[in-house]
């Protein structure tokens, strides 16, 4: 019985917190990136663990993934230094660094946050955001169309890259072939005929 093969599911990189009080929004998003067919894989203390520095941990899960998404939840209280009335919550820097990590390898970064949660400059940059309490059933509800549409764009993203990569190492393989073979032809034409290797079972005695 013939089949068509099924594409793999996207890996994602999640990047998370890893305490107990934001489980409940980081399993959240896991299970929806489940439900959209990605699977969330490499967080550093979550999925992974390694002996090696954790910049460099970090970093081999992010280039070994198709994607980042970001679950970003409240941190830090931050204050306006000149406005003492104004402040917010920020994310952990590690989703900052994971984040920027995953942009420089052009890979896309899907952020959900958490209501009440300021994402900082930088991500508004790279992408845009979905909102989403997973408190709130009729919240999830009204977006859950959005999410869906958010995870097939970044589908075919990652889709186009493996078809790009995979396109580029054919052209390597294939320029590495000619290459070779063309170095012979060079090599030979270089050498003259009496340096060619000669073809076996041709005799090299000359008959009268």
């Given at each position: ?6 594409p ?8 998370c917190?890893?305490r107990?009080?934001?489980?409940g ?5 896991a299970?929806?990136?489940h ?23 970090m970093?081999?899960?992010i280039?070994?993934?198709?994607c ?5 939840t409240?941190r830090y ?25 995953a ?12 209501p009440?949660?300021d ?6 940059l790279?992408?845009e ?11 999830v509800e009204?977006?859950w ?8 764009s ?11 990569e995979?396109?580029r190492q054919l ?9 070779f ?17 000669k ?7 000359r008959f009268r």
């Open positions: 019985m013939n089949e068509a093969i099924q793999l599911s996207p890996t994602a990189f999640l990047s917190s890893l107990n009080e934001d489980g929004f980081v399993n959240f998003i299970r929806v990136a439900a959209c067919g990605f699977v969330p894989c490499g967080t550093v203390g979550k999925y992974a663990a390694s002996p090696i520095p954790l910049w460099q941990h970093l081999d899960g280039k070994t993934t198709d980042l998404i970001v679950a970003a409240p209280i931050q204050q306006d230094v000149a406005d003492k009335q104004k402040t917010k919550t920020g994310i952990p820097e590690m989703l900052h660094v994971e984040s920027a990590m942009f420089a390898q052009g890979k896309p970064v899907l952020v959900f946050v958490q009440g949660t994402v900082g400059p930088f991500l508004p790279v992408t955001y979905i909102t989403v309490d997973e408190r709130n059933r009729p919240d009204k977006k169309p959005l999410i869906v549409n958010y995870f097939e970044a589908r075919r993203i990652v889709e186009e890259r493996r078809k790009n995979n396109t052209v390597n393989l294939t320029v590495g072939g000619l290459a073979f063309g170095a012979i032809a060079i090599i030979d034409y270089v050498l003259g005929e009496d340096q060619k290797p073809r076996r079972g041709a005799s090299s005695r």
